[in-house]
């Protein structure tokens, strides 16, 4: 659709184009041909006078002007034609007047006028010169029949495109629609898969937390299932926003806010009880970002952690946030696992580096990851402070 819509613009482009340059090149041509083709009985005595030349002229510019006002160049075209058996300037206000007529009335009344004229030319002169009757078809092919046809193919073309303008106009939207509503459907699809088993399981696991949380004895095996409980309530919460988005595909106005680098001590605070020894340290002075800048440091922490949750396990991670000119630059660097890996890796799509690159970039920064200089990994996020108002 966009290529079909680009493609109208540039042919929209070219035909306002064409419709610039027309009106000048037939001016230009019903000037020259009012000089060079002069009355063949006149043309020794009057071919180079300058009242010719300014007629020439005149006739011109009613011909540039003959989409704006026919009378004149009308009026011009019988002057021509009397008495110097000048056609073409009558062949252009034929055109004009059949496709350019506020009223169709208006054409059958000029083809019989014009036709009359020209073949009554030798009746109208003062001296009668007879041999042009036997021209008479000639002159009327040329100044009435010709440009009448011409003038009713261009009517005819014209209504078809509009037609087909307004039919391929009425396709596109009526795609549109079918668009939206396929993707309605397959967000509302998503969201009742999403609800059926991801928030299923959620909503189990915490039971199963607050169940064990009641029922055992040990404070510490408690305070991990309380703190367990309060990760998959959090979960369920952030699931239900996201599932009255992709239901009524809306924004999140109006939901909880997303989360900001002010909160990024309760994100180390749920890696630090799940195994890691996180420490946070901050370089720099620091500053307030804009909103878009720390929800993508925030992200950008919390990919880093899953990761080493994911694939490591229990390991030392340093948390930086380094305040520079210009830029916020994250660095999450993890040291090799202390202990045993996790036997069963949690299950991922392998996007969130993507995604995550993706959200930078439209910040105007950029992500590098790579092994860490201790045998671990490091990432290392550089976000752009200067695009203020820019929302990933």
């Given at each position: 659709?966009?290529?079909?819509s680009?493609e109208?613009?540039v ?12 009106p000048?090149?037939?001016g ?12 063949p009985?006149?043309a ?6 300058p ?6 002229v ?7 002007a003959?989409?704006?006002g026919?009378w004149?160049?009308?009026a011009l075209g ?7 058996a ?22 059958p009344a000029?083809?019989a ?6 073949s ?8 009668g010169?007879?041999g ?7 002159n ?5 029949v010709?440009?009448l ?5 261009v009517?005819?073309?014209r209504?078809v ?5 307004e039919?391929t106009?009425?396709?596109e ?14 967000r ?15 909503s ?8 064990l949380e009641?029922?055992v004895q040990d404070?510490?095996t ?12 959090e ?42 020894r996180?420490?946070?340290?901050d370089e ?5 970002v804009p ?10 922490v919390?990919?880093?952690?899953t ?6 396990g ?16 994250v660095?999450?660097?993890n040291?090799p696992p202390?202990?045993?890996r ?10 969130g580096l993507?995604g ?15 092994p ?11 976000l752009?402070?200067?695009r203020?108002?820019?929302s990933p």
């Open positions: 659709m966009q290529s079909t680009l109208r613009r042919l929209g482009e070219m035909a306002r184009g064409v419709d610039r340059v027309v000048w090149a037939v230009l041509a019903v000037a020259v041909l009012s000089i060079i083709m002069p009355d009985a006149q020794a005595e009057t071919g180079a006078e009242g010719r030349v300014l007629f020439a005149a006739c011109g510019v009613a011909a540039w003959g989409r704006r026919r004149p160049l009308i019988a002057a021509a034609w009397l008495p110097f000048q056609w073409h300037v009558l062949t252009v206000a034929t055109y004009y007047v059949v496709t350019a007529a506020p009223s169709r009335r208006l054409v000029y083809i006028a014009a036709a009359l004229l020209v009554a030319r030798p009746v109208l002169l003062p001296h010169d007879r042009l009757l036997e021209e008479a078809g000639v009327l092919l040329w100044a009435i010709l440009p046809v011409a003038g009713l193919w009517n005819a073309r209504q495109l509009t037609v087909l303008r039919r106009e009425w396709l939207r009526e795609q549109a629609v079918r668009a939206e509503q396929a993707r309605a459907q397959e509302t699809r998503i969201a009742r898969e999403m609800h059926d088993v991801v928030a299923h399981r959620v189990l696991m915490v039971l199963h937390a607050g169940a009641v029922s404070e510490r408690a305070a991990e299932m309380a703190n367990i409980r309060a990760t998959g309530r979960a369920l919460a952030n699931l239900r926003e996201v599932l009255g988005v992709l239901r009524t595909s809306k924004s999140l106005d109006g939901h909880a806010p997303p989360p900001m680098l002010t909160d990024l001590d309760r994100l180390l605070g749920q890696s630090r009880s799940a195994g890691l996180v420490r946070r340290r720099g002075e620091p500053r307030p909103e878009a800048v720390q929800r993508a440091a925030y992200r950008v919390q990919e880093a952690l990761n080493v949750h994911k694939h490591v229990a390991c030392d991670v340093d948390v930086v946030l380094r305040y520079l000119p210009g830029e916020l630059e660095i999450v660097d040291g202390v202990g045993p996790p036997a069963q890796p949690l299950p991922g799509g392998g996007l993507l995550l690159r993706e959200r930078v970039a439209l910040l105007g920064g950029r992500i590098r990851t790579g860490g200089p201790e045998g671990g990994f490091t990432l290392v996020a550089r752009s402070t200067e203020i108002g820019e």
